[in-house]
């Protein structure tokens, strides 16, 4: 008689492991191959648009005018008149910051609570600023805030002041074009983040007895994190590198950043400093956005749970 081997279902369930474990394995590498396929443009994007040009700046930075290495553009940095620029400029970007969220925050909630059809009605005139030239828009704020411009006009006819301001060519008339420039940066993610808070909670909140302005700060308010801590790094980060504005509505008055990269390349012939400038702006930057992202959460900043 012939002798017949019976394979038992626990058998040929144990066989048939180590080849599933073997397909998913060979399925696993894989798809991470297929993501990191996926990933190689952006990363090589990265490193033409942003790491190279850091790189360049750096490198530049390391030699003074006879080409020799030295840290003479570092130690440049901390003469009174690039202290000046640093203050000036993360002055100047706190206050506008700040006026933009007094002025955004509520505008971001008047258009969230609005019907969508009037809402987007509205938001055509927030987003105006994007399709208009950054130098037009400020050439329309030195005729706005000009001497015999149309607000001191105003303000005179209403008998509100006997003289006119000095609106431009001063920090005043900076901080009021940047606001303006800066406004939709904080606002568009504000919107969102607040269209996608659903009502049911305050309603909740007020069904616990609480009361309408407690139910803002204690309910609302903290869902909206996110769009407002996006906004206000976006803002105060582009801020600090603002050049166009500045330079006409501060009239040469106002020392950023920016326009003394400009005047050590320009004027003075000394790329090196300008480099050595960037570089440092580029690390202080790094320094606000980890001490930003620490205070609110990363993950709450990018929407994050």
């Not at 930075?61 to 202290?83: I, K, Q």
């Not at 940047?178 to 269209?195: E, I, N, Q």
Request: glycine share 8%; aromatic share 10%.
């Amino acid at each position: 008689m012939r002798n017949v081997s019976v394979q038992m279902p626990g058998e040929a369930l144990q066989s048939a492991l180590p080849e599933n474990q073997t397909a998913l394995a060979r399925g696993l590498v894989f798809e991470q191959l297929r993501l990191g396929a996926l990933l190689v443009p952006a990363l090589v994007l990265v490193l033409v648009v942003l790491v190279a040009p850091i790189a360049w700046l750096a490198w530049q930075s390391a030699f003074d005018l006879s080409g020799a290495l030295s840290f003479e553009n570092y130690a440049r940095l901390a003469t009174p008149v690039y202290r000046n620029a640093f203050f000036s400029t993360f002055q100047m970007s706190a206050l506008v910051t700040v006026l933009v969220l007094l002025l955004g925050y509520p505008l971001a909630y008047m258009l969230s609570q609005l019907p969508a059809r009037v809402a987007s009605a509205c938001m055509v005139f927030v987003v105006l600023p994007f399709w208009t030239s950054t130098l037009v828009r400020t050439y329309a704020w030195m005729v706005l805030l000009q001497r015999t411009g149309l607000v001191n006009t105003w303000l005179i006819n209403l008998h509100l002041i006997d003289h006119p301001l000095q609106l431009v060519n001063n920090f005043t008339g900076t901080a009021i074009g940047m606001t303006h420039v800066m406004l939709p940066c904080l606002v568009l993610p504000l919107y969102s983040a607040m269209k996608a808070v659903d009502p049911v909670y305050m309603r909740a909140a007020a069904n616990c007895g609480a009361t309408p302005v407690q139910a803002f700060w204690q309910a609302y308010f903290p869902m909206t994190l996110p769009g407002l801590s996006a906004g206000v790094v976006l803002v105060f980060v582009l801020c600090l590198g603002f050049y166009v504005t500045p330079a006409l509505l501060g009239g040469g008055r106002i020392n950023m950043l920016s326009m003394q990269i400009q005047n050590d390349v320009a004027m003075s012939g000394n790329p090196g400093a300008a480099s050595a400038l960037g570089v440092v702006l580029v690390i202080l930057t790094m320094i606000v956005l980890a001490a930003i992202g620490r205070l609110f959460g990363l993950e709450r900043m990018y929407g994050g749970k």
